[in-house]
């Protein structure tokens, strides 16, 4: 836009504001303006280089991916995990389709989904991805912890899609180091079940893992009940 790079339009974009915002409706019209800069390939694009090295990672027999099953693209960011920023529900993740961007056309079906009429390729789900880090709640949050835009960013974690219907379990692994040895604690659902928010009377499995100084590995569950 105007010559500039895309994080100069944004800088400029967002230069007016701070937190509280005085108008969170002007907030939102410019954070949707810029998530547009990021989605619409007639404004911004990827340099051939750049899709190059991306198709030949994907495409690369060491890692594994299936061109024509749905590979998942996640937010990961350095502001999120930390004690006083979860960054849980602040952005979002997106699947795409890498035949759909090998054919040389762009025309539909989706060839991982002949259900969708348009095609859904990877680099689509890249550019949504990163443009979810300019999400309202997003953005809100930065801005209430004085965090500066230009030291924080995004990078992308990449494997295939398992959506809920073929997902065979779910859950959340903490490690914890010590001095004399370290613990896991795993909390788990079968299938698609929610770990966080279970519908009642759905209780997930509780597994701990520990090693001492001495490499000794000891695992233990805390509980395993069916549905009651």
């Known amino acids: ?42 404004v911004t694009r990827f340099s051939p280089a750049l899709e190059e090295a991306v198709i030949a990672s994907l495409t690369d027999p060491a890692y594994g991916f299936d061109p024509y099953q749905k590979i998942r693209f996640r937010s990961s960011t350095n502001v999120e995990d930390s004690e006083h920023f979860s960054g849980a529900g602040l952005y979002d993740s997106y699947s795409g389709c890498l035949a759909d961007d090998l054919d040389d056309d762009g025309s539909g079906p989706c060839h991982c989904d002949p259900t969708e009429s348009k095609e859904r390729g990877v680099f689509r789900a890249i550019r949504r991805v990163f443009a979810s880090f300019y999400n309202k709640n997003a953005y809100l949050e930065r801005l209430r912890h004085g965090l500066a835009e230009d030291q924080v960013g995004m990078a992308i974690l990449v494997h295939h899609s398992f959506p809920d219907e073929i997902e065979l379990a779910n859950g959340v692994a903490i490690l914890e180091y010590g001095t004399y040895g370290s613990t896991i604690e795993f909390v788990t659902q079968a299938g698609a079940v929610s770990v966080a928010n279970p519908e009642p009377g759905l209780i997930p499995e509780e597994v701990s893992a520990s090693t001492s100084s001495d490499s000794d590995f000891e695992i233990g569950r805390a509980s395993c009940r069916e549905s009651v």
């Open 1 to 42: 836009a105007e010559g500039r790079t895309l994080r100069e339009e944004i800088a400029s974009r967002l230069s007016g504001f701070s937190f509280p915002p005085a108008s969170v409706e002007t907030l939102e019209y410019e954070l949707e303006r810029i998530r547009n800069l990021f989605t619409d390939d007639d």
